[in-house]
């Protein structure tokens, strides 16, 4: 749902026996461009709650769904460190880094170029301390079918199975071609 100042609100609940999840998703491609979520505070996440920020293409091939990702969470286990970002295939090492953001508002970006895709993590809605970035060069998809998606769901492969439920608020969704 979105709130009175339009920030989208994505939520994991239990129902009937079982926890659902939310997911949006545009209904049209961006394509090339720099992708920008400002995202409301993530460290009361449990370790099995998972939210991703990506391009996907649900018609591509297993080998190129145009997969771009920015994931917050620690897949199951206490230790893990809490965000990552990856070129899909996620078990080529140079497709993968792993770090820690902090507590409070962040904002995740990636400006995804025919030959490569720059990330950045920064505290704060706006022009923050740099946290963490990383420029992929290898394995770069093309544009072209994928779509933007915000998934908030529940990993249950890890030690730790989830609990409760939670809410995490995207405070603003930027396109910039």
Known sequence: WTDERGAL???????????????VKLTRSLGYGTY??????TSQFEPSVILTLLTWDGLGSERNRRELDVEIGRWGYRENTN???????????????????PDGVLTHSFKWEPSQVTFSTTAGPQDG?????????SGVPPAGGES???????????????QNG????IQKFEFLP
Do not use: S
Request: net charge positive.
């Open 9 to 23: 609100h994505l939520r994991i609940a239990k129902g009937q026996n079982k926890w659902t999840c939310a997911e």
């Open 36 to 41: 920008t979520f400002v995202v409301g505070d």
């Open 83 to 101: 965000a990552h970002y990856v070129v899909q295939p996620y078990f080529i090492p140079a497709n993968f880094v792993r770090f820690r953001v």
């Open 129 to 137: 301390r740099l946290i963490n970035r990383h420029v992929f060069t």
């Open 148 to 162: 933007v998606r915000m998934n908030l769901y529940v990993f249950n492969k890890g030690q730790i199975p989830l």
């Open 166 to 169: 939670t809410e995490v608020v």
